[in-house]
């Protein structure tokens, strides 16, 4: 006879969840641990703050949030160059991503001292395009930091500009002068083959005058 008692149900119950079938089930898909480069192994950071960023979009002539995240500086151990990047916290999706050069800067935005604004050449979406961003931060310090270690980085990078400068332009001379001396080695050979050419003229003349002479004598 069955019972209607709710304690002696409740006991079959848990008394049938803790039966061990011994049962073992495998798994369907067998996952491998996948190593992910982010392309920032050969990069160190010189600032990561937390920030707000926007990007100004011309056609709609309004300001466009790109994410929350993390901003950072990224100083390339090999060439010393220096580049922003920020990723969005939960997705880590790129939200800007540009080399910091000598012609760039920062400045306050007009009546927020938590934030400032700045060109750059970005490449955040896969392709180069102008940009005109606007960043927020959760403090006037932050953004102090941000605008200070930003001027930093662009005038260090002047003189790796100007080395590269004179680097191509010795490049540049090194081949100019490269090809004057070619030049001059085709000159000198031509100058030999006229030479030459006269010379080989002049012997068959001396051939011809005897010829002449013989036949004359006849």
């Given at each position: 006879?069955?019972?209607?008692d709710p304690d002696h149900k409740?006991?079959?119950?848990?008394?049938?969840?803790?039966?061990?079938?011994?049962?073992?089930?495998?798994?369907?898909?067998?996952?491998?641990?996948?190593?992910?480069?982010?392309?920032?192994?050969?990069?160190?950071?010189?600032?990561?703050?937390?920030?707000?960023?926007?990007?100004?979009?011309?056609?709609?002539?309004?300001?466009?949030?790109?994410?929350?995240?993390?901003?950072?500086?990224?100083?390339?151990?090999?060439?010393?160059?220096?580049?922003?990047?920020?990723?969005?916290?939960?997705?880590?999706?790129?939200?800007?991503?540009?080399?910091?050069?000598?012609?760039?800067?920062?400045?306050?935005?007009?009546?927020n001292d938590k934030s400032c604004?700045?060109?750059?050449?970005?490449?955040?979406?896969?392709?180069?395009?102008?940009?005109?961003?606007?960043?927020?931060?959760?403090?006037?310090?932050?953004?102090?930091?941000?605008?200070?270690?930003?001027?930093?980085?662009?005038?260090?990078?002047?003189?790796?500009?100007?080395?590269?400068?004179?680097?191509?332009?010795?490049?540049?001379?090194?081949?100019?002068?490269?090809?004057?001396?070619?030049?001059?080695?085709?000159?000198?050979?031509?100058?030999?083959?006229?030479?030459?050419?006269?010379?080989?003229?002049?012997?068959?003349?001396?051939?011809?005058?005897?010829?002449?002479?013989?036949?004359?004598?006849?």
């Amino acid at each position: 006879m069955a019972s209607n008692d709710p304690d002696h149900k409740e006991e079959e119950t848990t008394a049938a969840e803790e039966e061990d079938t011994g049962a073992q089930v495998a798994p369907i898909i067998k996952l491998e641990e996948v190593a992910v480069s982010t392309g920032e192994e050969d990069e160190d950071a010189i600032l990561d703050l937390k920030a707000k960023l926007y990007r100004f979009d011309k056609d709609g002539n309004q300001w466009k949030e790109r994410g929350a995240g993390s901003v950072r500086f990224l100083k390339h151990k090999r060439t010393e160059k220096v580049r922003l990047v920020m990723r969005q916290s939960k997705t880590l999706k790129i939200c800007a991503n540009h080399l910091v050069i000598p012609t760039m800067s920062v400045q306050e935005h007009a009546g927020n001292d938590k934030s400032c604004v700045w060109h750059a050449a970005d490449f955040a979406d896969g392709e180069l395009k102008d940009e005109l961003f606007c960043i927020r931060f959760a403090s006037v310090e932050n953004c102090k930091k941000f605008m200070e270690t930003f001027q930093e980085v662009a005038e260090s990078q002047k003189g790796k500009e100007e080395n590269k400068d004179a680097t191509n332009a010795a490049g540049l001379l090194e081949k100019l002068s490269v090809e004057d001396k070619k030049d001059e080695e085709k000159k000198e050979e031509e100058k030999v083959e006229v030479k030459e050419v006269k010379e080989d003229a002049a012997e068959k003349v001396d051939e011809v005058k005897p010829a002449d002479s013989e036949k004359k004598e006849e």
